[in-house]
């Protein structure tokens, strides 16, 4: 028996927060801090919940399947219950407070700057394949497996025991195939990606057909060197999630495994670290020593290609940029100038200095987009000519990987446009203009809440005691966010209409929703909601990468 085959015989094991979002989609961001306390990361939290929610179901699932493969009596189920929600419990502290820890290592490498969702998540994983979290038993199991071996008899015990060990073997052979897959895949897109390296570069060297026949040759083996290492990474990463089987989501688990393309959040960057290291080893015994300097020549001429288009297209996000955040500052200065009102000579001085406070922001916006750019170049696998078709057309971007960079580019132009304001007003101007939009925001809210809750009556058919209790609830969540989207030009949408005013019910916390809906309106609710889940995922994203959570 394998190690990870040791590890979940016989019970569940608990997966990390990365392998259920990745099971279940990944969520939108937690926009409260969790129970009031100041220290709880937003993102963490609304991974953790997400994952505790889903975990909930599995369990129950579990306590279900235990009960109906031993045949122990009902009364069992309360203390099965018990027992599953204490090993729960500690997962998810141990989770947060691994997922916490990966966070701020992230914030500090980037200078403080926070990390997107999607470096934390790969991080995580990476974090648990460095742990080797596939071969380990969770204290949460051991404490379970003691509280079975405690509620159930001997004879209920040895049948969730057999059964456990066919879903074992099922699921211990799915991740075989799949490793097995994954490692065939890997090889062939590697081999293929060197021999496109190779086409790109024997146009210009003019080497003959039997010369390029034999580089192929001499790439494809270094590519087959690859297969164990990567099978090696795809058993680590797959037995990390494997471990999720027995959160009564065995069915998925089998699913992803026997999908066979699937690949874990970090593992595509392990997959590229071991398969073209000795490409330029096999070309170099290939190639007689002219011929070996014509091929560097080459490749360096490529290169230089490669580095133009790249500042070419960095060049053309930036103008973009630049247009974008200068139409909404300039949205707010309008906003701010008629509402004082101010003299048209200070006017004039903030209009003309909206340029300059852009302009600060935008090197630390391009260095943001940079990296993932030539994360891309490096690791896509895509012909130079490719690579340079979707950065000439401007076909490919890297919102979600460069999310550091729209966090440091956002604090630095907050702060200059601060300075902005307070070269041309003074702090009584200051006081009064807060003063003037809080007034205008709550105004707006207060109205928008009550559209958006007799939208939703259609659909849900409140009483009035639930659209009384709604109707706050909603003004808390527009006071927060309508600053933010009428100064967004991409989320203006979100006002237009009665029905686009939904998206705001995503806001309102799940608790207070169970405490008012009843359990007969949940379907309509979560309909009435969920229509516009992406749109709020959208702006959450996009918010927390202007600093604004």
Request: net charge negative.
């Amino acid at each position: 028996m394998t190690r990870w085959g040791h590890s979940i015989h016989r019970v569940m094991a608990f997966l990390p927060v990365v392998a259920l979002a990745l099971s279940f989609g990944l969520t939108g961001l937690a926009q409260e801090k969790d129970g009031g306390k100041e220290d709880r990361i937003a993102l963490v939290e609304g991974a953790i919940k997400s994952t505790v929610d889903s975990q909930k179901e599995g369990l129950a699932t579990v306590v279900g399947e235990i009960l109906e493969t031993t045949k122990a009596p009902e009364n069992k189920r309360p203390a099965l219950e018990e027992a599953a929600a204490k090993a729960l419990t500690g997962f998810e502290e141990r989770t947060r407070q691994q997922m916490e820890k990966v966070y701020r290592k992230l914030q500090k490498e980037a200078g403080g700057s926070p990390p997107g969702a999607v470096q934390v998540y790969e991080e995580h994983w990476v974090v648990y394949r460095e742990e080797k979290a596939g071969t380990q038993v969770p204290p949460e199991q051991t404490a379970w497996l003691e509280d079975l071996q405690r509620l159930l008899s001997k004879e209920e015990y040895a049948l969730w025991d057999a059964e456990m060990a066919k879903r074992r073997k099922s699921v211990e052979e799915a991740l075989e195939a799949y490793v097995q897959e994954s490692a065939d895949k890997n090889v062939v897109e590697r081999r293929q990606q060197m021999e496109r390296r190779v086409d790109d570069l024997v146009i210009e060297t003019g080497f003959p057909k039997e010369k390029i026949d034999a580089l192929k040759n001499a790439v494809a083996e270094v590519a087959e060197k690859s297969r164990k290492p990567s099978a090696d990474i795809a058993r680590e990463f797959g037995g990390i999630f494997a471990r999720n089987a027995y959160l009564g989501m065995y069915p998925n688990v089998l699913e992803v495994f026997r999908a066979g393309s699937n690949r874990f959040p970090g593992m595509e960057k392990s997959l590229a670290e071991v398969s073209t290291v000795d490409m330029d080893d096999a070309v170099r015994k290939t190639l007689s020593a002219a011929e070996y300097a014509t091929w560097e020549k080459a490749k360096n001429e490529a290169k230089n290609r490669l580095e133009k288009a790249i500042g070419d297209y960095l060049d053309r996000l930036v103008d973009a940029r630049r247009l974008e955040r200068k139409s909404d500052l300039e949205r707010q200065v309008e906003r701010l100038v008629g509402g004082l009102p101010v003299d048209e000579k200070r006017a004039k001085a903030l209009r003309e200095g909206i340029d300059g406070v852009v302009e600060a922001s935008l090197k630390a916006w391009r260095e943001g987009q940079e990296k993932p750019v030539r994360t891309f170049v490096k690791s896509s696998g895509n012909s130079e000519e490719e690579i340079l078709d979707y950065l000439e057309q401007g076909s490919v971007r890297f919102n979600q990987e460069s999310e550091s960079g729209e966090s440091s580019a956002a604090a630095i132009e907050e702060a200059e446009f601060e300075k902005l304001l307070a070269s041309q007003l003074t702090s009584e101007e200051r006081k009064r203009w807060t003063s003037v939009e809080s007034d205008r925001i709550q105004r707006r809210a207060k109205a928008m809440a009550m559209v958006a809750v007799s939208e939703v009556d259609r659909s849900v058919r409140l009483t009035p005691g639930q659209r009384g209790q709604l109707e706050p609830l909603l003004v808390t969540v527009l006071e927060e966010y309508l600053p933010f989207v009428e100064d967004q030009e991409n989320f203006g949408y979100m006002l237009q209409n009665s029905e686009g005013l939904l998206v705001f019910l995503q806001g309102i916390p799940s608790e207070k929703v169970k405490e008012i809906i009843h359990p007969n309106q949940k379907k309509q609710w979560d309909q009435a909601g969920s229509r516009y889940s992406g749109w709020w995922q959208n702006m959450e994203a996009v918010r927390k990468a202007a600093g604004k959570q």
